[in-house]
């Protein structure tokens, strides 16, 4: 089960959320797989994992340009890939490489079977790895502060994540209230509104500086001080991902593998050839899911980029583009 917390907003409480996450699955017994998806490096430093590239040779840089990646331990059960300075340069590199949006999930594939949670904390950033990361999850954890501003900035964000589901289409979204401040009309009605709209976890995590000193030791609140309210409300929410977990993969099965489904718009398959609809002398094409005819022997392929969807034919050439910017 992959897990992404992602909100292109910074200062919403995202990486706070991937440490005590993981620290409080870890804590419950499961195996925890931690990745920082982020080139600023805040959930590495957050545990002291850490430096430069040449410190750190296992990173998340390396994962994504396919290196052999070894995890480091932080705790029992906790294992993490941290980020260092030169996943920045990641941005541009994969841009360039065909289905970019994808490697982040092929890369942890081989992770899935080991761990029982992978938790990608991502950068704040609608840019190449925060697709990544939406692409690669099961779940989508969005953490969002509790005021109105935040609520609306959304919109934007929500728009990146129906894109993303075009690609993985079995991706769930649920917010996380953050940095609640008590005893405030804007925070209670920020929570009441984010229910209203969207699918909420039940836990909402108060505001204290608690996270800021845990940081700065290292330390997870959850590990820190497992009795501080705020810790209480990450292990409540540690429970309902493991419960959703378990209704999810009844209902539906798991959706960790990075095979492409049925559905999946990514490759578009080809449909066998229809002896009965094929004029003579065309036997030598096929028609895509798309409805577009191609060669046969010709493996469409499309991806999403730049807010849009392009189909690549053979040759990597860009054959046709829906929607987007330029
Ligand atoms: N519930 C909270 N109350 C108060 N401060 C928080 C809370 N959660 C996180 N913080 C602090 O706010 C800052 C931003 O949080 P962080 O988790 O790094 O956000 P993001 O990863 O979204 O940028 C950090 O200094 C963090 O320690
Ligand atoms: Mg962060």
Known sequence: MIITIANHKGGVGKTATAANLSAALSLKGKKVLAVDLDPQAALSI????NGSAEDIPDNTYGLLLGRKTTPTNYAKNFDVIPSTLDLAAAEMELSGKIAFERILRERLAPFVKSYDYIIIDSPPSLGVLAANALVAA???VVPVQCEYPALKALDMFTTIVERAKLVNPKLKMRLLMTMF???TAEAEGAVEEARKNFETFTPVITRTSMFSRSARKGVPLVMLDGDAEQARAYKDFA????????TTSRKSGSNS?????RGDIFPLRRRAPSKKHTPAGRENYNRTEAGRRVPQGVEEKGFVADGALVTVGNRGRIENKIGGGR
């Open 46 to 49: 957050a545990l002291k994992l």
């Open 239 to 246: 429970k309902e991902i493991m419960n959703y977990e378990e």
């Open 138 to 140: 099961d779940i989508l």
């Open 181 to 183: 401040t008590k005893r």
């Open 257 to 261: 593998s990075c095979r492409p489904r």
